[in-house]
């Protein structure tokens, strides 16, 4: 449990300082001249496949999807998997292993008053810290050494945190270097606090290509998400690492998440209703150019929305084109700040019902991809409504009815 642990870190704390060659005094390990992210006997079978047997990839590019005047940062990334042979289909997830940033390491270095070179774990501090932990957000075992190595009303709010409690009103702030600057006093050895931290974890994002449309190469759709918390900058991981810090040609570990319930209809001729604002788009720009690689003949429509028309329509030019060749058959967009109301998908949506409701009882399949919390809820209800209207349902009927399509595989959802 977790004291447990704590009690074995606070050991090995003191076990370390009273060490002869601790500190700056320390050993420093080699440089190490080969990709920090080590793979230890990898299955060639597998590779790929899972998170514990990753593969390597190669960074082709990004291209920014928003124009001038956008509250985003939304970016089209591009892969080479020529090289690592790794397989998917459209619906499967990408997962993507970043490292931290540079400098955020070493700032934390200097926090705790140790030189980038200290041996940890055979590597360098500055290498453990950039590839093997989480440096977001602090963990309740990092609160637990602290305690520790402190006393009187600091060790109380430490151990406060680390019970999962907010003293001052800002443990949702609290990531490891706002940890330590918190307890400025508190200068943890090394390697207990690699110890105390979390394994870094790889994400996962739609994959937003096909690959019989493009052999050999994965696209991603990708929202950066930068804030600020007092007056420091802060980004997230995998977004700012695609964003920033990967350059053309570097290799980077990934692996292939295969989906469970999300996928094409298996009949090509079965009609599509894709529901996807924002990055939500990403999986149904891989089901159209899927589909049309392969000559599927069934109908498609595709609901996208955003803030801004002039300059959060991603994809555009290729879905206009889709669309005046015939084969996108409907392209509906919904606008949220183009006009003083706000108008999101599921408005749209009600707006054309009559439509919809035909398309259902010819057996059209619907998906929908985005955020969980409220947009699928809101789409979701906005088909039962839908149902009801133009089905002759009550809504328990209709409810029913999309319940019933969910069963059936006809209703698929890819949420987060």
Same mark, same amino acid.
């Given at each position: 449990?977790?004291?447990?642990? %704590?009690?074995?870190?606070?050991?090995?704390?003191?076990?370390?300082?009273?060490?002869?060659?601790?500190?700056?005094?320390?050993? %420093?390990?080699?440089?190490?001249?080969?990709?920090?992210?080590?793979?230890?006997?990898?299955?060639?079978?597998?590779?790929?496949?899972?998170?514990?047997?990753?593969?390597?990839?190669? *960074?082709?590019?990004?291209?920014?999807?928003?124009?001038?005047?956008?509250?985003?940062?939304?970016?089209?990334?591009?892969?080479?998997?020529?090289?690592?042979?790794?397989?998917?289909?459209?619906?499967?997830?990408?997962?993507?292993?970043?490292?931290?940033?540079?400098?955020?390491?070493?700032?934390?270095?200097?926090?705790?008053?140790?030189?980038?070179?200290?041996? #940890?774990?055979?590597?360098?501090?500055?290498?453990?810290?950039?590839?093997?932990? +989480?440096?977001?957000?602090?963990?309740?075992?990092?609160?637990?050494?602290?305690?520790?190595?402190?006393?009187?009303?600091?060790?109380?709010?430490?151990?406060?945190?680390?019970?999962?409690?907010?003293?001052?009103?800002? %443990?949702?702030?609290?990531?490891?270097?706002?940890?330590?600057?918190?307890?400025?006093?508190?200068?943890?050895?090394?390697?207990?606090?690699?110890?105390?931290?979390?394994?870094?974890?790889?994400?996962?994002?739609?994959?937003?290509?096909?690959?019989?449309?493009?052999?050999?190469?994965?696209?991603?759709? #990708?929202?950066?998400?930068?804030?600020?918390?007092?007056?420091?900058?802060?980004?997230?991981?995998? +977004?700012?690492?695609?964003?920033?810090?990967?350059?053309?040609?570097?290799?980077?570990?990934?692996?292939?998440?295969?989906?469970?319930?999300?996928?094409?209809?298996?009949?090509?001729?079965?009609?599509?209703?894709?529901?996807?604002?924002?990055?939500?788009?990403?999986?149904?720009?891989? *089901?159209?150019?899927?589909?049309?690689?392969?000559?599927?003949?069934?109908?498609?429509?595709? *609901?996208?929305?955003?803030?801004?028309?002039?300059?959060?329509?991603?994809?555009?030019?290729?879905?206009?084109?889709?669309?005046?060749?015939?084969?996108?058959?409907?392209?509906?967009?919904?606008?949220?700040?183009?006009?003083?109301?706000?108008?999101?998908?599921?408005?749209?949506?009600?707006?054309?019902?009559?439509?919809?409701?035909?398309?259902?009882?010819?057996?059209?399949?619907?998906?929908?991809?985005?955020?969980?919390?409220?947009?699928?809820?809101?789409?979701?209800?906005?088909?039962?409504?839908?149902?009801?209207?133009?089905?002759?349902?009550?809504?328990?009927?209709?409810?029913?009815?999309?319940?019933?399509?969910?069963?059936?595989?006809?209703?698929?959802?890819?949420?987060?």
């Amino acid at each position: 449990g977790g004291k447990e642990t %704590a009690r074995m870190l606070k050991a090995l704390n003191e076990e370390m300082e009273k060490s002869p060659a601790t500190g700056a005094a320390a050993p %420093a390990a080699k440089p190490s001249t080969t990709e920090p992210v080590e793979i230890a006997a990898p299955d060639p079978a597998t590779l790929g496949c899972s998170r514990d047997n990753p593969a390597p990839a190669i *960074f082709l590019g990004r291209r920014l999807l928003n124009g001038a005047g956008s509250e985003k940062e939304t970016w089209h990334i591009d892969f080479d998997l020529s090289g690592c042979g790794l397989d998917y289909v459209v619906g499967d997830s990408f997962g993507v292993f970043a490292s931290n940033d540079l400098g955020h390491a070493d700032q934390i270095i200097a926090l705790l008053g140790a030189s980038h070179t200290t041996e #940890v774990r055979g590597k360098t501090l500055r290498e453990v810290l950039r590839y093997d932990v +989480s440096l977001a957000p602090a963990p309740d075992s990092l609160f637990e050494l602290i305690s520790y190595l402190t006393g009187g009303a600091h060790r109380a709010k430490a151990r406060a945190l680390a019970q999962g409690e907010d003293p001052d009103g800002d %443990a949702a702030s609290l990531d490891v270097m706002a940890a330590l600057q918190k307890f400025p006093h508190v200068r943890p050895h090394p390697e207990a606090f690699i110890e105390a931290l979390e394994p870094l974890q790889p994400r996962l994002y739609s994959i937003s290509s096909s690959h019989n449309a493009t052999p050999g190469k994965l696209s991603l759709t #990708v929202d950066v998400v930068r804030y600020v918390v007092g007056k420091r900058k802060r980004h997230g991981l995998a +977004s700012s690492f695609l964003a920033d810090r990967i350059q053309p040609g570097d290799e980077l570990k990934v692996y292939v998440q295969k989906a469970h319930g999300f996928a094409l209809p298996e009949d090509p001729s079965v009609p599509i209703i894709m529901v996807g604002p924002g990055t939500g788009i990403a999986p149904f720009r891989a *089901f159209l150019h899927d589909r049309k690689a392969t000559a599927a003949p069934g109908r498609n429509w595709l *609901f996208f929305g955003h803030q801004r028309s002039v300059s959060d329509f991603f994809y555009a030019d290729e879905l206009n084109a889709m669309k005046a060749e015939g084969f996108l058959t409907r392209l509906s967009l919904a606008w949220s700040r183009d006009a003083n109301e706000k108008f999101y998908v599921q408005d749209r949506m009600r707006e054309v019902g009559r439509d919809l409701w035909t398309w259902l009882a010819d057996g059209a399949h619907v998906y929908i991809c985005g955020d969980a919390k409220r947009m699928a809820k809101d789409v979701e209800r906005a088909l039962v409504d839908i149902v009801a209207q133009y089905g002759a349902r009550t809504t328990d009927e209709a409810a029913l009815f999309v319940g019933d399509l969910k069963k059936k595989g006809r209703f698929q959802l890819d949420v987060y």
